[in-house]
Structure formats: structure tokens, C-alpha cells
């Protein structure tokens, strides 16, 4: 399936890292008021198939796919890359250790099931906990712990790098990719808008996180392109550099 204009692989940045971190591509689907998924959480298949097919096309571009462990336990992903959907043989073998990119679960208190799929051994995996954090994970599962009571996303991301991680793709939930935007540390963001609406008052937004006061606190961003794909839309930004803060993750 062949995509037109800036969401086309030939025409995405290089994501050349920076130097003490990955660079870090958000990328998600939304609702066109701005939700994720349905009341309660509930998962919605908000992308078109044209977008499914740049997202794989993505996540063969990059090195790591970052996920909040909220999305871990309402959504229970593989984050492998779905090779039918770009025409491969799905059951084509993949495997050995650099079978997909390597999966990464921010997880503050050790809340990942045993039985996640991320814990299967399949594709390589690392957990970023906390310090205190008391959780033992499988032998295969690299583990790194950043801070006391969230974790801290600069060293963590220092520690992705040293691991090889030039390229990381956050792709949710609302709670991370409002961490990342905060702390600075988003470099390009995508966000497909399918022609639904899902309203409600418990269905999550795009960025969750901490209330926003007025415009010093907010995160500023620059359109780079918009283009029709599929029903929806695919917006393109690139942030605007902000000083570091004190801000971490942690999912409630």
C-alpha cells in the first residue's frame, strides 16, 4: 500500500540521536476530539489502514518501542512489527535476538502480569522501574531503575542509548507521552485523527498527566506538515526545546 506525502518513509527525519539520549519519535491515534480509546479505557481501533501500514513501516525504523504499563495491563501488546500488514509472510520466521525492536515498559511499581506478552521472550525486552521497586522480572528481561518514586526519564533514556537504543517510538498511554513532553525529550510526534467522535467524560485524552495553569506551562509545538490518509488525518509536529525539568513518569 503506497503512501503519499510526508508520512511516506523516504521523507521521515533521519532520527539521529542526540547525545546523551535516543531520539525519541511519539506516535499515536486519536479520536477527532482527542481520545484514545473509549470510556473506562476501553481499546479503540482508531487507525485507518493506510496508518497501521505507517506504523510498521515505523517500527521497522527504529530501535525501541516504549509503552506505559497501564497499556501493558488494559491492552496486553506484543509491539512486534505485523509483517502481514506489509505484505510479508506472517509466517515467515523471524526469530533470534534481534527478531523486532526492542520493547520497553515504564514501570514504576512492578505491575507488569507475568503473563504480559512483552515478558515472552520472543523479541528483546526491558523493564524501567524505580529504585525501590522489589519486582524480579525473567532472566531475558533487561532491567534499569531510575529514581525513588517515578522514573526518572533522562537517565533512563542515557541508559537506552548506552544499550544501543538510537531510535525510540513512544506509543502511549496519555500518561507517558505527557512525561516525555514535559520533560523535554520529544523530538518529532505524529498523531493520526480518525473521523469519530467518542465524547464522555472517562474516556482518556491524548496527553493526561498534570493540570496545565496558563501558557508558560504549556508545550509548544511546530506544525511541520498535515495530510489526508485513509478517512483521517495525519498531523505532524516537531517540539520546540524546552530547559529540562524535575518531571518523571509514573503510572497511577
Not at 499515536?28 to 484514545?36: K, N, Q, T
Not at 507517558?176 to 525529550?185: M, N, T
Request: aromatic letters at 4%; glycine letters at 8%; one cysteine or more.
Amino acid at each position: 500500500m503506497s503512501l503519499p506525502g510526508h508520512e511516506r518513509p523516504d521523507r521521515w527525519p533521519e532520527m539521529e540521536p542526540r547525545p546523551d539520549r535516543p531520539y525519541v519519535w511519539v506516535n499515536c491515534a486519536v479520536s477527532a476530539d482527542g481520545r484514545l480509546a473509549y470510556a473506562g479505557g476501553t481499546r479503540a481501533r482508531l487507525s485507518s489502514p493506510e496508518d497501521l501500514v505507517r506504523v510498521q513501516q515505523l517500527r521497522l525504523r527504529v530501535d525501541a518501542i516504549l509503552v506505559g504499563v497501564g497499556t501493558v495491563l488494559a491492552d496486553d501488546p506484543s509491539l512486534r512489527i505485523h509483517r502481514e500488514l506489509l505484505g510479508e509472510d506472517p509466517s515467515a520466521s523471524h526469530d533470534g535476538p534481534r527478531s523486532g525492536p526492542l520493547r520497553v515498559v515504564l514501570d514504576s511499581h512492578g505491575r507488569t502480569p507475568e503473563k504480559a506478552r512483552l515478558l515472552d521472550g520472543k523479541q528483546p525486552t526491558a523493564v524501567l522501574t524505580v529504585e525501590r521497586s522489589a519486582r524480579r522480572f525473567p532472566p531475558h528481561v533487561s532491567v534499569g531503575a531510575f529514581g525513588r518514586e517515578r522514573v526518572a526519564l533522562r537517565p533512563a533514556l542515557k541508559w537506552l542509548l548506552r544499550k544501543g537504543t538510537r531510535r525510540l517510538l513512544v506509543e502511549g498511554g496519555s500518561e507517558v507521552i505527557s512525561s516525555f513532553l514535559r520533560e523535554g525529550v520529544v523530538d518529532h510526534m505524529t498523531v493520526y485523527v480518525a473521523p469519530v467522535v467518542i465524547g464522555g467524560r472517562t474516556a482518556p485524552s491524548m496527553v493526561s498527566g498534570r493540570e496545565t495553569h496558563d501558557a508558560e506551562e504549556a508545550v509548544p509545538l511546530r506544525l511541520v506538515d498535515v495530510v489526508r490518509l485513509g478517512e483521517g488525518a495525519l498531523l505532524t509536529w516537531s517540539a520546540v526545546p524546552k530547559k529540562p525539568s524535575e518531571s518523571a513518569v509514573e503510572k497511577p
